[in-house]
């Protein structure tokens, strides 16, 4: 099924089949996102979903490849949370990452335009397909699990030990993300 928003009018529809899909997930959910900058809804079903002890894995770009550094900053920032709770994060280090996809217990999955946040769900045009089961579950993560395996994984312990500039501008980054 073929979900789009219309830009310019606030529409949430890919937004709200993530939220849906990481709120039933059981075993696994997977994101990989090119500007991860998760509102609430969605940071508090992934957050659920880690404390019930599903596999929630992340996979945003490193700060040093992104390509709008204060959205790679912001992000950087906004994963601490999940951190903390068991969400598993990996950062892209050697090239940009413009994916966006999910990959919800193996079956549930979307591809498409559509980044985690404000302005892809409020303002862009966006266009997801979402879908369940079949062989491009299976290729989807595959792929996944090979760009996992070339990043790094960020844990709470080492984002604590970033240096404090980083922190501090990602905080910063973090409190204007919904104009970024």
Partial sequence: MLFRSAGLV?????????????ASARSSIWLANAYFLPQRKLARALL??????????????????????????ASLYGVHTLLR???????MK???????MALVDGRWWTLGSA?????SQQRNLEANLVAVGGSQARQLQ?????????A???THTSWTQLPRWLRSVGWLA????FVL
Avoid at 115 to 119: H, S, T, Y
């Fill in 10 to 22: 606030t529409n949430r529809a890919i937004y709200t089949r993530y939220c849906q899909a990481a």
């Fill in 142 to 150: 595959q792929w996944f699990e090979r760009q996992c395996a070339e």
């Fill in 115 to 119: 980044n985690l946040d404000p302005i």
């Fill in 174 to 177: 973090w409190r204007f993300r």
């Fill in 48 to 73: 659920q979903a880690a404390k019930t002890g599903v596999d929630v894995r992340v996979l945003i770009p490193g700060p040093e490849v992104g390509d709008v550094p204060v959205v790679a900053w």
């Fill in 85 to 91: 709770q068991g969400v598993r994060v990996f950062l």
């Fill in 152 to 154: 790094e994984e960020l």
């Fill in 94 to 100: 050697r090239n940009m990452l413009h994916a966006k």
